[in-house]
């Protein structure tokens, strides 16, 4: 079960609800890949996507597929070598900023056998949420990760992540105390990875780690202005098979 690789142009929005209010949408793209066949652009194009194993869970000296399945493994979940697809930035021009990445791990009968969401901070940080979807590709975690710094981590994801077709419509919502203080939603419509394509996303969007970085801190500059408390930073606990 292998796929071509695609890029979904993305529009990703954020909502904070209390206790301020505060929304904003940004313009990006991801790639959709097969970890066993990921892309490798040609020559000069190459700088525009790299593929690293050390942009994102366990060992960077292994392949994508081991750290997932030993991660997977970690988690009392065996897997039986059926495909897993990953949604994901690239690096571009040798910098690469992930705030989420997912893994759709599938059984050799091709049955969804769960979902991993791999989420980074802008502290170097990353954390990884085991997800046993619904059919509408929904499934909940309580929250563990120090993500923002006017967030704690108390509280529950719920996430709607199905597997991306035609279109891409992923959503995390989180849950505290009756309320839903903050909503991510990241949506899109795939095309292949034609080199057009890729040059059309790349001029859309240049640097598309870079300035998604800048972004997420330029809009916490914002927050912190209009004296949104701070939130200390707590020991982040190593994942095993994670970092």
Request: a positive charge; proline letters at 8%.
């Amino acid at each position: 079960m292998t796929m071509d690789a695609s890029i979904y142009r993305t529009s990703i929005s954020h909502v904070r609800r209390t206790p301020l209010k505060n929304a904003f949408t940004y313009r990006s793209y991801s790639w959709f890949v097969d970890v066993d066949n990921l892309p490798r652009l040609p020559g000069l194009l190459r700088p525009l996507a790299v593929f690293r194993a050390g942009d994102h869970l366990g060992d960077p000296d292994a392949d994508i597929r081991s750290n997932v399945e030993r991660y997977l493994r970690t988690q009392g979940i065996e897997p039986d070598g059926g495909a897993i697809h990953m949604l994901t930035s690239a690096r571009v021009f040798g910098y690469v900023f992930n705030p989420l990445t997912l893994f759709w791990c599938y059984r050799s009968t091709g049955e969804l056998q769960c979902v991993v969401a791999e989420v980074h901070n802008t502290y170097g940080e990353r954390h990884c949420y085991l997800l046993h979807t619904d059919p509408g590709g929904r499934g909940s975690v309580p929250k563990a990760f120090y993500v923002s710094p006017f967030n704690d981590v108390d509280g529950q994801y719920r996430m709607k992540l199905p597997a991306p077709g035609d279109r891409l419509a992923v959503s995390i919502v989180l849950e505290r105390e009756g309320q839903r203080p903050f909503v991510a939603t990241m949506d899109g419509r795939r095309r292949p990875a034609t080199i057009s394509n890729i040059l059309a996303a790349a001029l859309t969007v240049p640097a598309a780690p870079l300035l998604v970085s800048a972004l997420i801190r330029v809009q916490g500059i914002k927050l912190w202005a209009r004296r949104l408390p701070v939130v200390a930073r707590p020991h982040h606990p190593s994942q095993e098979a994670v970092q």
